[in-house]
């Protein structure tokens, strides 16, 4: 993959508010509890990694955020301002882009529009229906950046490809690559190396360290190695509760991290209890 | 050569020129056919117009956005019965406002069901919309004094204008109102399904946690969808009213929706060219296997059945041999000739972005 000179950029107008604060979340399904009084930040310019076993809570975590989950109690805000209650759908347009640890690839679209579809900007209806010009132009517009980040990924050659037809590692580009299209300022990835080759988790690695200049980046991981080359802090999870947070360093040297998680087989990631 | 080519890149570079292009030759050939055709034909020619407005409208709903709809006939109804009432007290209303009230009528009832149906899925969405197509006609039944009951209400055909000539055919200018109304129906849906509205359709369909993830407010985009097919089968209801001559339950039955939704899937489901393929089946084949019964000599027991039986037969057939429906099976026949041409099989064009595609495997 091409590297850029981005790395080099210091972010602008930082502030010193955390991009996203969650305080004292529970949720609970029936009898299980999720979450327990999970309290966590992340601030502008971080690559926070969350681990733990399967069933910590970590996607329930994702979901909390993204509305698809109704927290019992707690708080989340992001930039300063109360989360909760927003409507999954209007996230996008606050900065915050998720990929689904089951990927969410729409399989009656290409490629292409798969990563289209993932900006916020789009041609207003009465605009589409006429086929006015604007709408064309917009929809050029929308087409030459999923392109550029397609290329970026390195799988511009797929744009019209139907994403089932493709192998996994390309089908994991493509749901990131529709998460870039929205340029959001906090990514949340659920899982995006299981299943990848190494090659492939080394240009990941790679990706996200450029993205640190431009957005937070919040990953959902169980691959360490991958955990450990990217992170900022790691906050780990164990039955819905955070049992420690700090630098991969620390994390690594924490006794109670190790008999909770470290010690243990990594768990194979199964398929995904998503939204 | 060069020069010649991109000219004409030029002029079809814009999407609403393209797709007005090809809307005015399928116009201009459809109204040259209309004038080589007898009553008879033209008739037909209507009719498929007319499914066509309606299969194109349910393709988008259940095809491309994933809400199955049983109650498309009802929503024809609510068409028809609003050109009717117009007609009744406004016989001189011109046609073009008489279509546009219907459409607009349709529509409105059309987001009343959208909102109720956003809220349910699959089996449940099918069982509300069977209930919309059978009890929606017992609305005429109850209130007679206004939809005329069983026997309906008449309706005056639309007189041809003056322009035309004293002589000029009936069925040829109904024939003409239809294919126009068909023809701005595929363009605007076309338009649609090429920008932002047909991938929001599409991505709701395929996985609606990913759809409001990337932005796409699901619930109105079900509405969406719902509203403009309503408005569709409005169109398409009022023009069957002129059609028919008579507005009546029994013209909008059970069987009229299920006859739409045999015509989306044996055109190709979720293709705007399926629709009208579809169409095409839904009023020529009975017509055939009708002609077919009536030349063998049988007992009329059996002989009154046959066209229904070979009807039956022909689709299932089709979908065996079709599984994606005649556009599916026209693309597939046209991407082996392409490939052979140019000897790269599968091929990948770049940027192209295939508005009525069908989901690969759905
Ligand atoms: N929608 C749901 N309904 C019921 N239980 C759920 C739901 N989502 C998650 N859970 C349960 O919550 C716990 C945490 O799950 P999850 O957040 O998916 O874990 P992780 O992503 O860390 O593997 C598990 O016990 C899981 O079974
Ligand atoms: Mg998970």
């Known amino acids: 993959m091409e590297k850029r000179g981005e790395g080099k950029e210091e972010r602008v107008g930082e502030l010193s508010r955390p991009t996203l604060e969650v305080v004292d979340l529970t949720v609970r399904f029936g009898g299980i509890l999720a979450l327990d009084q999970v309290s966590l930040r992340i601030d502008a310019g971080e690559v926070v990694a969350i681990i733990g076993p399967n069933g910590a809570g970590k996607t329930t975590l994702f979901n909390a955020v993204c509305g698809f989950v109704r927290p019992g109690s707690g708080r989340i805000d992001y930039r300063g301002e109360p989360l909760l209650g927003t409507a999954p759908h209007r996230l996008a347009r606050l900065g915050i882009a998720r990929t689904l640890q089951s990927l969410g690839l729409w399989p009656g679209l290409s490629v292409q529009e798969n990563v289209v579809a993932g900006s916020n900007r789009r041609p207003g209806f009465v605009s589409s229906l006429l086929a006015l010009p604007s709408s064309d132009r917009i929809e050029a517009e929308l087409a030459s950046k999923a392109h550029d980040i397609l290329g970026r990924l390195g799988i511009a050659g797929y744009a019209s490809a139907y994403p089932l037809t493709l192998p996994y590692g390309v089908q994991k580009r493509v749901i990131i690559a529709r998460a870039l299209m929205a340029e959001p300022s906090l990514l949340l990835l659920d899982e995006p190396v299981s299943g990848l080759s190494a090659e492939d988790i080394d240009e990941l690695a790679g990706l996200i360290k450029q993205l640190r200049t431009r957005m937070c980046v919040a990953v959902v991981e169980h691959h360490l190695d991958f955990v450990m080359a990217i992170s900022d802090r790691i906050i780990v999870l164990n039955v819905g509760r955070v049992i420690a947070s700090g630098t991969p360093k620390e994390i690594r040297d924490d006794p109670q991290v190790a008999t909770a998680y470290l010690g243990e087989d990594v768990p194979t990631p199964e398929a995904s209890s998503d939204a | ?362």
């Open chain 2, 1 to 362: 050569m060069v020069a010649v080519r991109s000219r004409a890149d030029r002029l079809v570079a814009s999407t609403l020129r393209r797709h007005l292009l090809i809307a005015l030759g399928a116009a201009v050939v459809l109204l040259l056919l209309s004038a080589q055709i007898g009553a008879y034909d033209d008739y037909n020619l209507t009719a498929v117009a007319i499914f066509a407005v309606a299969a194109a409208g349910l393709t988008l709903l259940t095809g491309l956005n994933g809400q199955l709809s049983l109650g498309h006939g009802a929503l024809m109804a609510i068409g028809a019965y609003t050109t009717s009432l117009l007609l009744k007290d406004h016989r001189q209303l011109p046609v073009i406002v008489v279509l546009l009230i219907s459409v607009v009528s349709a529509g409105v009832i059309g987001i009343a069901f959208g909102y109720a149906a956003a809220r349910l899925r699959g089996p449940y969405l099918a069982g509300a919309t069977l209930t919309l197509a059978v009890a929606l006609p017992q609305v005429a039944t109850r209130y007679k004094s206004i939809f005329g009951g069983e026997s309906g209400l008449t309706v005056p055909p639309s007189a041809p204008p003056d322009w035309l000539g004293a002589d000029f055919p009936p069925e040829r200018w109904l024939a003409w109102i239809a294919v126009a109304a068909a023809v701005v129906t595929m363009l605007l849906l076309a338009n649609l399904l090429r920008s932002a509205p047909g991938r929001a359709f599409k991505a709701v369909r395929d996985n609606e946690a990913a759809a409001a993830l990337a932005g796409i407010d699901v619930a109105r985009t079900q509405v969406l969808a719902f509203v403009i097919s309503a408005a569709c089968a409005g169109l398409a209801g009022a023009l069957f009213a002129y059609w028919s001559g008579i507005t009546s339950p029994a013209g909008f039955s059970l069987s009229l929706s299920l006859q739409l939704i045999t015509a989306i899937v044996i055109g190709g489901l979720g293709s705007l060219a399926g629709a009208v393929w579809g169409s095409i089946v839904l009023v020529f084949v009975p017509l055939l296997t009708s002609g077919l019964a009536s030349s063998v000599h049988l007992p009329s027991a059996v002989a009154d059945n046959l066209p229904l039986a070979i009807y039956g037969g022909i689709l299932v057939i089709a979908m065996l041999v079709a599984p994606h429906g005649i556009q599916g099976a026209l693309r597939r026949i046209l991407a082996i000739g392409r490939a052979r041409r140019e000897h790269t099989p599968g091929g990948g064009q770049k940027g192209v972005v295939d508005w009525d595609d069908p989901a690969p495997g759905t």
